[in-house]
């Protein structure tokens, strides 16, 4: 019955995005081996060798995510993101392989965490 609310403070906004990737030749195969490293490799930092520090690192890729469709914007404006996470799932539908040996489906699911909370401000004027 004396329940107070206290703001703790706003959170990261997360996005996840799932693809599933058929590939119907060699060269569709290697494309879909390169999206799948490109994504893995943009989600860690990079170590600076120039340095002395052996911890020292640079910041992982940021991202930049616009949803249109027909030349309108279809979803809320997201902030520049860090991809978080990355899961890739090959063949789930069964164990089938192209006769060059890659895979025949490829699912591939991506977390962006935005690199800043919102503030009302970002909301009012629509243009964050």
């Known amino acids: 019955?004396?329940?107070?609310?206290?703001?703790?403070?706003?959170?990261?906004?997360?996005?996840?995005?799932?693809?599933?990737?058929?590939?119907t030749s060699q060269e569709e195969a290697e494309m879909v081996k390169s999206i799948v490293k490109y994504?893995?490799?943009e989600m860690y930092p990079e170590q600076i060798t120039e340095l002395a520090l052996s911890s020292a690192m640079r910041y992982p890729s940021k991202f930049l995510i616009k949803m249109w469709y027909g030349g309108y914007r279809v979803a809320h404006i997201i902030l520049p993101c860090f991809?978080?996470?990355?899961n890739v799932v090959y063949n789930q539908s069964g164990m089938?392989?192209?006769s060059d040996g890659n895979f025949q489906e490829t699912d591939i699911?991506?977390?962006f965490t935005e690199e800043r909370?919102?503030?009302?401000?970002d909301v009012a004027l629509d243009n964050y």
């Not at 909370?117 to 401000?121: D, V």
């Open 96 to 98: 089938g392989f192209h």
């Open 117 to 121: 909370t919102l503030t009302k401000r």
């Open 39 to 41: 994504f893995r490799e």
């Open 83 to 86: 991809l978080s996470d990355v």
């Open 1 to 23: 019955p004396n329940k107070r609310a206290s703001l703790v403070g706003p959170n990261l906004r997360t996005f996840r995005f799932s693809f599933k990737m058929i590939p």
């Open 109 to 111: 699911s991506l977390a």
